[in-house]
């Protein structure tokens, strides 16, 4: 009954116009601030990793040329390969599944599609951050899409390197990283009842909050500083 109160309260939260607006308002206020940060990393990367160290880069601009072209359409092509899984809301035994417990009738579909609904806003966002990611990161290291795709192992490590690194980006322009914290927070909720409580009446989605911190240290003054020191 307890989990059952739960499911519905959360979809309560979850299931009304409020969220969706508020969900894709949060995504499209990311694409300035990601740019924003790209092209300030850009100016420092191309300083500091020189000769050896391009490797490391991350940041160009990948635009309309045969061969950014080409990235990003083979960005769109691995983009099904990394992504899946996760959402923003959901933690390990967390609330994401427990919509299942408001049944199959009209209010358990309502539910399901509403959650598909959130995660096709996030994944609209998510692809576009990936694509860009993929392309600027491999255009800055000098990776062709050509090269990309060979049969080598220096071209399977890069393309694994490149993948990795644009789906984190992907996730973190849309607040759905992985998160130690919220993990914590949730393996706590779900420990004992008086711990539930207090837990999921304070903080019911763990992980939106806490990634919603994390990135908007990363994307300050702060997180650029320590990302140079690093």
């Known amino acids: 009954l307890s989990e059952r109160f739960d499911a519905w309260r959360y979809f309560s939260m979850l299931g009304n116009v409020k969220s969706h607006v508020r969900n894709m308002s949060g995504n499209v206020a990311m694409i300035p601030i990601t740019k924003a940060k790209d092209i300030i990393a850009m100016g420092i990367e191309k300083a500091l990793l020189r000769g050896d160290k391009r490797s490391q880069r991350t940041k160009s601009i990948a635009g309309y040329s045969k061969e950014d072209k080409a990235l990003k359409a083979l960005a769109m092509e691995t983009f099904q390969d990394v992504v899946g899984g996760g959402n923003k809301w959901e933690t390990p035994n967390g609330i994401w599944g427990k919509r299942s ?40 290291r ?21 993948k990795a690194y644009a ?64």
Do not use: C
């Not at 009738?105 to 692809?127: H, M, Q, R, W, Y």
């Not at 000098?142 to 490149?162: C, N, P, V, W």
């Open 101 to 140: 417990l408001l049944g199959d009738g009209k209010l358990g579909k309502i539910a399901e599609f509403n959650s598909n609904a959130l995660e096709a806003e996030d994944t609209v966002f998510k692809k576009q951050r990936y694509k860009t990611a993929f392309a600027s990161a491999a255009k800055a």
């Open 142 to 162: 000098g990776y062709s899409a050509e090269f990309l795709q060979g049969k080598t192992a220096a071209a399977h490590k890069a393309m694994r390197d490149i």
């Open 167 to 230: 789906l984190r980006q992907a996730q973190e322009a849309t607040f759905q990283q992985d998160s130690d914290i919220a993990n914590m927070l949730q393996k706590l909720s779900n420990k004992n009842k008086v711990a539930h409580y207090i837990l999921e009446g304070v903080t019911p989605f763990k992980k939106t909050p806490v990634n919603v911190v994390s990135t908007a240290f990363s994307y300050s003054p702060f997180g650029l500083a320590k990302g140079v020191y690093d």
